[in-house]
């Protein structure tokens, strides 16, 4: 699997979050809880090295009104963890894939790729342990925006969802990693309990590191409902068994 230069990197996984706006640096370091995996079902295969659905680690709770951001996770595990945005593309595969992998995702869906394609999606959620993440209605860049602007677009995304869905997501990913102030208070006010970007991703069947040139243990990896969905997830499953960590649910360590 092609390896990006270190050097590099940071300016690659800038493009992956569908724009060229690179996520900010600050991070605040903090979180709060999220539910287990929604809907797992009797047939889901959740053994691993712990019984998934489980809270493993605690995070700190919401300060000054903000969701906190999470870019990684700290721990001496080697557990992975995946994340998958937008929905534009509902590949038929995707299923099969996940079942047979047992990754357990969050999906940071967008309103605007769901709409008319709540069956798939809600196929997803209810039979691998994924978890629902909100990420706006229409995709902008929030960075800047007004305040009540940013909230529209985090709040209608997830009252969309619990009615379409059954489920109201509790976390929360700016589109292209872009946020101001006013995106962690609109996300509060929203009932989100953390903001959650990235530490790698998965372009084009290959993926690409942020730092050095293979996952390590905490990393949050970035990939899309792309055409290509089929090859980038491959592309993450094998990096992961090349790098010895085993992908577990993000919910569960941020309970």
Known sequence: MKR???????????????????????????????PAPQGVSPDVKTSGPYPFGTVQQKAPPIENGQVPLIRRITTDKPYVFL???????????????MQENGTHPVLFLNQKYVKGHEAYFKQILDATGATLGDHTVDHPNLKGKPYEFQRKEICNDAD?????????????????????????RAAAACGMRASVLWTA???DGHVQFQSGDKLKPGDIVLMHFRKT????????????????LTPVPLADFLG
Not at 83 to 97: C, E, R, S
Not at 160 to 176: E, H, K, S, V, Y
Not at 229 to 244: H, I, L, P, S, W
């Open 4 to 34: 990006v230069v270190a050097g590099l990197a940071a300016a690659v996984l800038a493009l992956t979050a569908c724009s060229t706006h690179a996520p900010d640096e600050r991070e605040s370091g903090t979180s709060q809880p999220n």
């Open 229 to 244: 969905f089929k090859e980038d997830y491959t592309a993450f499953v094998e990096q992961a068994r090349k790098d010895g």
């Open 201 to 203: 991703a998965v372009n």
């Open 160 to 184: 969309d969802f619990q009615r379409g869905l059954g489920i109201r997501p509790a976390l929360f990913r700016p589109p292209f990693g872009n946020y101001d102030q006013n995106t962690l």
């Open 83 to 97: 994340t998958m945005d937008d929905g534009a593309v509902q590949d038929p595969d995707a299923l099969k894939l």
